[in-house]
């Protein structure tokens, strides 16, 4: 985790913490994140504490940070730098404006929230919540 929580750059993973689980989003800029979540939109982002474990159908949103995090603390979390070399942030920012309000398969333990911001940053979905 870093310590620039207040400064995020686009490309950069953000990690929510939901209590028992981690929401991850991809930040675009503006104040803005790119995440999966419910079909509505109105509920809770999707995540291991809260569907079935069965695959579902989610929904690909832009939204304000501040909304998708609620009163929940939250982080740049680019763990896996050291491990993947992630795409230039113009690219990033590219491959995640292109998912906006498609729908996406959605199975907690490979098509998680955050195996879909990885696969963003570094053409791969890493997870390692499950």
């Known amino acids: 985790m870093t310590d620039d929580e207040d400064c995020p750059k686009p490309g950069d993973l953000i990690e929510i ?3 028992p689980y981690e929401h991850w989003a991809l930040y675009v ?9 419910t079909m509505d939109g109105n509920s809770p ?3 291991a504490g809260s569907v079935t474990l069965l695959t579902s159908t989610a929904m690909v949103k832009k939204q ?8 929940h ?30 729908k996406v398969l959605y199975g907690v333990f490979l098509k998680n929230c955050e195996h879909f911001v990885t ?3 570094y053409g791969e979905g890493v997870s ?3």
């Open 45 to 47: 982002p999707l995540s």
């Open 29 to 37: 800029g503006d104040g803005c994140v790119i995440h999966v979540t």
């Open 64 to 71: 304000l940070l501040t909304e998708v995090a609620g009163n």
């Open 17 to 19: 913490n939901r209590g």
């Open 128 to 130: 390692e919540q499950v």
């Open 119 to 121: 696969m963003l940053r």
């Open 73 to 102: 603390p939250w982080c740049v979390n680019n763990k896996y730098d050291c491990l993947r070399i992630p795409f230039p942030m113009e690219e990033i920012v590219r491959r995640a404006e292109r998912w906006i309000d498609k």
